[in-house]
T-cell receptor, first 114, second 116 residues
């Protein structure tokens, strides 16, 4: 069965620090990959997505992610975080043979301290 | 423009009660998804509609869960004889094209269901 693993449940870091969140999935076929973010009190929003092409994708708010097919990974990065990046981050995978349903990881709660 | 809306935002039910949760997708969106998010977990897929057709209901946890989208727009998720384990946030998402195409899903704010 398809699964998505996020390496950290909670991350605390200071403003201007670099952030990297790990995501691995288990599925042998072709996938679409997503990172969603949920700011406090808000709904899930798409941060970035990978369908095909350049494995390094850039999203909103300075985030980027790299798809490494051989490692079944799609790690999220931001070089310098801000207090406003405090949120929960979800990695999600969609197997192209499915109806488009997303399989989510458990999420990583990121707290950025001033 | 308006995003996905859901109502009610919060629902408290006594065990055994029936509940109905509503989703208004973005106008014109073909695909509609329901997800269940338990506390501390990521959302889990429940069911998928393409227009009015329910093409996948493999994620519905039991036959107490029923979803419909009769006119291909608004959708209702109904839970009969609610149990405490049904307590979760129920998320609705819509997408402009048919699933399987390269479409992003837009999520609503969710309905937080608490079963006492």
């Amino acid at each position: 069965a398809q699964s998505v693993s996020q390496h950290n449940h909670h991350v605390i870091l200071s403003e201007a620090a670099s952030l990297e969140l790990g995501c691995n999935y288990s599925y042998g076929g072709t996938v679409n990959l997503f990172w969603y973010v949920q700011y406090p009190g808000q709904h899930l929003q798409l941060l970035l997505k990978y369908f095909s092409g350049d494995p390094l994708v850039k999203g909103i708010k300075g985030f980027e992610a790299e798809f490494i097919k051989s490692k079944f990974s799609f790690n999220l990065r931001k070089p310098s975080v801000q207090w406003s990046d405090t949120a929960e981050y979800f990695c999600a995978v969609n197997a192209r043979v499915s109806w488009g349903k997303l399989q989510f990881g458990a999420g990583t709660q990121v707290v950025v301290t001033p | 423009g308006a995003g996905v809306s859901q109502s009610p935002r919060y629902k408290v039910a006594k065990r055994g009660q029936d509940v109905a949760l509503r989703c208004d997708p973005i106008s014109g969106h073909v695909s509609l998804f329901w997800y269940q998010q338990a506390l501390g977990q990521g959302p889990e897929f429940l069911t998928y509609f393409q227009n009015e057709a329910q093409l996948d209901k493999s994620g519905l946890p039991s036959d107490r869960f029923f979803a419909e989208r009769p006119e291909g727009s608004v959708s209702t998720l109904k839970i009969q004889r609610t149990q405490q384990e049904d307590s979760a946030v129920y998320l609705c998402a819509s997408s402009p094209g048919r699933a399987g195409h390269y479409n992003e899903q837009f999520f609503g704010p969710g309905t937080r269901l608490t079963v006492l």
